[in-house]
């Protein structure tokens, strides 16, 4: 089975930094994954993706700020969070894109709040 699993969420003070985990298992292959997020009361919305090699892409509110990376021979990809602010507060969601079908972790959540 096809498994994403995302970890390294909590609690922050804002201008902190975080870093998330997605560690994916029961594929073959390495293929792009992404960081999502939703907040309360809002649409989810894409913060990074990444290919299966480095070419990453990032929403305009976290540029600067976010930084998307993988460990291939991990299959695993992290999200690194710098500045962190109270906008940033959500439900933060790793999705796997294969060839066939995505797959979605049960996200982890992070706190900003002083």
């Known amino acids: 089975q096809v498994q994403v699993v995302e970890s390294g969420g909590g609690l922050v003070q804002p201008g902190e930094s975080l870093r998330l985990s997605c560690a994916a298992s029961?594929?073959?292959?390495?293929?792009?994954m992404a960081w999502y997020r939703q907040a309360p009361g809002k649409q989810r919305e894409l913060v990074a993706h990444i290919t299966s090699g480095i070419n990453a892409d990032y929403v305009d509110s976290v540029k600067g700020r976010f930084t998307i990376s993988r460990d291939n021979a991990k299959n695993t990809a992290y999200l690194q969070m710098n500045s962190l602010a109270p906008e940033d507060t959500a439900v933060y969601y790793c999705?796997?894109?294969?060839?066939?079908?995505?797959?979605w972790g049960k996200g982890t959540l992070v706190t900003v709040s002083s």
């Open positions: 029961g594929v073959k292959g390495i293929y792009p």
């Open positions: 999705k796997l894109q294969t060839a066939t079908m995505d797959y």
